[in-house]
């Protein structure tokens, strides 16, 4: 009897948790495991790899006995890294978390029906096919007299007309992935205030308090964890992010970061791809990268009192 | 400290109406509840007078002046909610001082009356304390104490005892009054609960699908309902009422016909009759007992009568009488209470001539 039972116990537990199993397994650690060997290796255009070295590191990477650290960074792969910097830090505090704030704050504090019919248009881009999206960010901020940026600088404002390609890529690539991220704040920020009880707003009110009041010592400190959860989460999300910046700005140099980087040298069409080897190395350094990020932020988050239980009092 | 007036206050939500023209006159210093059942408007009501509602129609005043556009912070009003509504982020201490921050208060003065406060509710050792780290009465008596720090005009109280269990209610029904006695502030408190409205206010008002059923003092609610609803609403276990007519001087209640005086005029009737009024003895109405609930001092005794069925008390801990044993209830015929079954009104000057 035992004996069966037990082994029910173990068909049941493979049913359940062997799905999960296997997608964590040919998803997320094969590849991990296939890009640390393929980093490895010479493997180009003709998928054959003749020998294992470290020759790939050595682009990225060269000792230079007069530095502080005794090495340094190729510049491709320094400018890459400082590019990706600016565009996740950026992208993150203006849009995802600033922005994202403010939509769900001015939402929940416009009447439910108005307030809806804002969020629906902020989701708008995300629920767009990228590429549409994408488009739509090409003619607004196209070069010539036809742009729309440009129709309204030079017919309301009486400006000359500018181009941003050149002049700001770093922009282009924060902004539109912002308008996206935005949406997410939003969305996660919004259903946190839902969740204060309404007796706290009408508890703070009877107290003396205005809206500001209200907003500092009712509302942000119940938003402390989803903004946690906002910061870890995006931060590795916009750090291995391209679409959006392949989509706009191509394979341009203005607006290589590491990912664009690891993608353009590997998978993307024409542009002197193939160089696979290369692109893992860059991979790797890049999921290296991710797990300190995302380490250090979980200690600096405090993300294991978010994640031991929940922090909002429901009553 | 106020007083307070509504005048034929409505509050609509789209077709539900929550308070139905309510006209209602507070003394300074009073100490009001609002009893009902849920969903009878009575908590509307009381965030009305806060001002969190604004009333769809009628007028707030405050000694006399028409508050209704005034803003809940300039009202002067203290409220404690049923879940109490403590700031989770902030201490105890802080969460008294929160009131005192829109003030203008010299953080002294604050300080000193946070003191203050927090002896007479007796939560002085634990003004460092997260409200998660307090038990439900101690977040109780922060609760009020934040609601009483600022000096209110009005101290309002929605179910402030519904979470607390049998013995702490108990405890906190005399401490709420008793720290309403020393500040003598103007206070209503919202319950379902009759016993919390007739042991802690001067007068209850009585309300029904938003609107006033009576207001009066407990005892007069429980010896002299003007309504059918009160009279079943208020007193536990509930009233017994039942249907009948009056026909000419007589009584017709199920098969049975009774005489009544006064100035009778023949209409469908609810009489009420309190099951401690209703005895046994060697006279009077015919019934055999149907059901028997002791409750400990006293035992319930329900009893089929030709008139219907009829719940009495005794003051006996064991059961004297047996299941289906025929017994004659007694009851004095001045008791029995009429009712008009149509409007619900108390029909004054109509007398039982006999009960039996």
């Known amino acids: 009897m035992m004996h069966k039972q037990r082994q029910r116990q173990a068909v049941n537990a493979l049913i359940f948790l062997g799905p999960a199993c296997i997608f964590l397994l040919v998803l997320l650690v094969a590849p991990i495991i296939v890009d640390l060997v393929v980093a490895f290796t010479d493997m180009a255009q003709t998928v054959r790899v003749s020998e294992f070295s470290n020759e790939q590191f050595r682009k990225i990477i060269r000792p230079n006995e007069d530095t502080w650290l005794g090495f340094e960074l190729r510049g491709s792969f320094y400018r890459a890294l400082a590019k990706t910097a600016i565009f996740v830090v950026f992208t993150l505090t203006i849009f995802n978390v600033t922005f994202g704030l403010l939509l769900a704050l001015t939402t929940t504090a416009l009447p439910d029906w108005l307030g809806g019919t804002f969020r629906a248009i902020w989701l708008l881009p995300r629920m767009s096919p990228s590429v549409v999206y994408a488009l739509l960010w090409i003619w607004v901020i196209d070069p010539t007299e036809r742009g729309l940026l440009n129709q309204v600088l030079i017919n309301v404002f009486g400006f000359g007309p500018i181009n941003l390609f050149i002049d700001h890529p770093m922009a282009i690539i924060v902004v539109a992935n912002g308008f996206i991220g935005a949406s997410i704040g939003m969305l996660i920020l919004t259903s946190a205030i839902r969740s204060i009880p309404q007796h706290l707003f009408f508890a703070a009110r009877a107290d003396g308090a205005g809206p500001l009041s209200i907003v500092r010592h009712i509302i942000l400190p119940t938003l402390r964890w989803p903004l946690s959860y906002i910061t870890v989460f995006q931060s590795l999300a916009l750090m291995v992010s391209f679409e959006y910046i392949f989509l706009i700005m191509g394979p341009a140099r203005s607006t290589m970061t590491m990912a664009m980087l690891a993608y353009t040298k590997t998978l993307a069409p024409q542009i002197g791809s193939g160089q696979y080897a290369y692109g893992a190395a860059i991979t790797l350094i890049l999921i290296i990268i991710g797990v300190i990020v995302a380490l250090l932020l979980y200690r600096l988050t405090n993300m294991k009192r978010l994640l031991a239980k929940p922090r909002i009092e429901v009553h | ?356």
């Open chain 2, 1 to 356: 400290m106020a007083s307070i007036e509504l005048r034929h206050v409505s509050k609509h939500w789209g077709p539900t109406i929550a308070v139905d023209r309510m006209n209602l006159t507070l003394e300074d210093g009073e100490f009001v509840a609002i009893l009902g059942p849920s969903g009878c408007g009575k908590s509307t009501t009381l965030f009305l007078l806060a001002g969190i509602y604004a009333p769809t129609e009628g007028d707030i005043c405050f000694e006399g002046a028409r508050i209704n556009d005034v803003e809940p912070r300039d009202r002067n009003v203290g409220i404690v909610f049923q879940s109490y509504a403590l700031y989770p982020n902030m201490t105890v201490l802080k969460n008294l001082l929160f009131p005192l921050r829109f003030k203008n208060t010299s953080n002294e003065d604050a300080h000193a009356r946070a003191m203050e406060i927090a002896e007479l509710v007796q939560i002085e050792d634990l003004l460092e304390r997260e409200p998660s780290q307090l038990s439900g009465g101690q977040q109780q008596r922060v609760a009020l104490a934040r609601a009483l720090i600022k000096k209110p005009n009005l101290l309002l109280l929605d179910e402030p005892l519904s979470n607390l269990d049998a013995t702490l209610r108990l405890t906190m029904r005399s401490e709420i009054k008793r720290i309403q006695r020393e500040l003598a502030v103007t206070t209503i408190l919202v319950t379902h609960d009759q016993v919390e409205a007739t042991t802690m206010a001067d007068r209850i008002i009585c309300m029904k699908d938003g609107q006033i059923e009576q207001v009066d003092t407990a005892e007069n609610l429980y010896r002299r309902p003007d309504r059918i609803f009160v009279a079943s609403f208020v007193g536990s276990p509930p009233i017994n009422l039942v249907q009948g007519r009056i026909d000419k001087t007589m009584l017709v209640a199920g098969q049975r016909r009774l005489p009544v005086s006064g100035n009778t005029v023949s209409t469908n009737v609810t009489i009420g009759l309190r099951p401690e009024l209703i005895s046994t003895g060697e006279q009077g109405l015919p019934a055999s007992i149907v059901n028997i609930e002791p409750m400990g001092r006293e035992i319930l005794y329900a009893a089929q009568s030709e008139i219907g069925l009829l719940r009495f008390l005794e003051a006996t801990p064991q059961p004297r009488l047996a299941l289906e044993e025929h017994v004659h209830l007694k009851a004095d015929p001045g008791d029995v209470l009429f009712f008009d079954t149509g409007s619900g009104q108390r029909i004054e000057g109509v007398r039982l001539d006999a009960f039996s």
